[in-house]
């Protein structure tokens, strides 16, 4: 008969379940380094703070191990974040096992997309220079407002902020927080649906022609059926009840995105430029009218730079402890997506304006490899082109309904103190998807379209991110990151106006040239 040992270790047991109004998870919040300004002025006694190695010292082995296992204990269970029980039936919040490979797909799904398209026709406004330039200049910018943003996920202890209006309301206060927002988050939601209905149906149909070839017989569909035949599959493909369960959607559009991306700056550089090519800048008679294309294509830039809406959204898909808190595989993928995503504008931009130069349309790169090379390259290349193109933006569409999704079924839940069923669920995005329809058919101006969402939407990826780091951290007055963050803050609201501006002019004045516009 064997012998028991003297000792055993003390196994602590997982916290219990309590049934109270509210769910208790740990919040993820990283104790401050040694010799950090927050460890040096932390006076506050914490459940570990007995438990240090001149404590230990003196004590046994056994004894030392039962009191570290505590310490650990303690330091997972003494840090909780107090989370709304109806969270659980929202689509953001439903699942919470997402991690740095979701965050990569995630990211890189909202990032490419249709947007990367029209940059070279920003280009074609702007000249080499400035578009080089303002590039540059977004890409870094919407950099550093997405580190913010990742950091400020749980930037308070003992809570989460899983959607954007959140943390607004948090740095703003309630009522500001919502107004400055909940327009431009819903807008961004509405417009890129919209916006991706406007390509994904304009490219179904050159599919259809380019597959039919120019001995088809059959009668085709108008652009507005098209329209209407990209809708409902979005639609279908919406039933899919949370975030993390379209991380397969996003996968593929991430996949699709970058190689459709890649084919369209490859063929068109491969080809050759068409004759009386310029790079001079696209001006107009009235100086008044250069400037508002110039803004509109600076509009452009900037709402190719999108998704900062979904930061949070996506983060508050992942779990979160003590030791592990949510913000580092987030900020992991986000760094692998955004290489890529660079990798896929930049190329887009420069070389589609090398290409074409002020010959683009205001369609972009695609509709322009379309129109000078559709018979220059093979039928099977251009078709697989605007095949994955369509793929991308049934994807996008899923990401980017999400929020507006959520605030649906957040409304009614809140009002019904119960979760969703499924024709409810399905009820709302049916409704949303006809809705973005139907704006796309009374809009569809694609070009001047991105100019004004990126203009309406700026403050959303370049401005707020930047007030909400002074609100809530708030670093010392006067210092390098207190003006830092507070000039490039009003930067991005003053280029807001700009943009909107110019993209209000350019759709009038795109409105002015076809009074009675009819799809065909």
């Known amino acids: 008969m064997e012998e028991r040992p003297e000792t055993e270790l003390i196994s602590i047991p997982a916290t219990p379940r309590v049934s109270t109004p509210e769910i208790l998870t740990p919040s993820g919040q990283r104790s401050p380094r040694q010799g950090s300004k927050e460890a040096k002025s932390s006076n506050a006694w914490t459940p570990t703070s007995f438990i240090s190695p001149r404590f230990l010292s003196p004590i046994g082995t056994p004894m030392k191990r039962v009191l570290i296992n505590m310490k650990g204990y303690l330091e997972e269970v003494g840090h909780l974040t107090k989370l709304n029980p109806q969270d659980a039936w929202l689509p953001i919040t439903e699942s919470r096992n997402g991690n740095a490979h979701y965050s990569t797909f995630h990211n890189l799904n909202a990032g490419v997309g249709f947007q990367a398209l029209v940059l070279p026709v920003a280009f074609a406004y702007l000249g080499w220079s400035w578009g080089i330039i303002s590039l540059t200049v977004a890409y870094c910018w ?26 607004a309301q948090a740095a703003f206060g309630e009522r500001l927080g919502v107004w400055l927002a909940l327009f431009p988050t819903v807008y961004l939601s509405a417009g890129t649906a919209t916006a991706l209905i406007l390509i994904g149906g ?80 696209l001006s107009l008679a009235s100086p008044s009218s250069s400037l508002f294309l110039a803004l509109n294509a600076l509009g452009i830039v900037a709402f190719s730079f999108r998704g900062h809406n979904l930061v949070l959204e996506i983060q508050a898909t992942m779990p979160s402890t003590f030791k592990h808190p949510a913000r580092v595989p987030m900020w992991k993928g986000a760094k692998v997506a955004y290489f890529f995503i660079a990798m896929c504008l930049f190329p887009i931009a420069i070389g589609g304006f090398w290409a074409y130069g002020n010959q683009m349309p205001s369609g972009g790169i695609l509709t322009a490899l379309y129109a000078f090379h ?147």
């Open 142 to 167: 919407q950099l550093y407002t997405l580190w913010i943003l990742v950091q400020l996920h749980e930037a308070v202890p003992g809570k989460r902020y899983n959607r954007y209006v959140e943390l």
């Open 202 to 281: 304009e490219t179904m149909k050159l599919f259809f022609q380019i597959v039919c070839g120019p001995t088809c017989t059959s009668n085709p569909l108008t652009t507005v059926e098209w329209y209407l035949v990209f809708t409902s599959l979005s639609i279908v493909l919406s039933q899919l009840p949370n975030l993390n369960s379209i991380a397969g959607l996003s996968l593929v559009g991430a996949v699709t995105a970058i190689t459709y991306s890649t084919m369209v700056w490859v063929l068109s550089v491969s080809q050759q430029r068409p004759p009386s090519i310029s790079y001079e800048p």
């Open 374 to 520: 559709s018979h220059d390259i093979s039928r099977g290349i251009l078709a697989l082109t605007f095949l994955l193109v369509v793929f991308s933006c049934l994807s996008s569409f899923q990401i980017y309904s999400m929020p507006a999704f959520d605030s649906f079924e957040a409304g009614y839940t809140s009002r019904t103190n119960r979760p969703c069923s499924i024709w409810v669920r399905s009820g709302f995005r049916v409704f949303f998807g006809f809705v973005s329809f139907f704006i796309g058919v009374a809009l569809p101006f694609l070009s001047s379209l991105a100019g004004l969402l990126g203009g309406l939407t700026l403050p959303v990826t370049f401005a707020y991110p930047c007030f909400m780091w002074v609100l809530i951290k708030q670093p010392t007055k006067y210092s390098f990151s207190w003006y830092f963050n507070w000039i490039l803050g009003w930067l991005g609201v003053a280029f807001s106006l700009a943009f909107s501006i110019g993209g209000i002019w350019s759709m009038v004045n795109d409105g002015l040239k076809l009074k009675f516009f009819k799809p065909n």
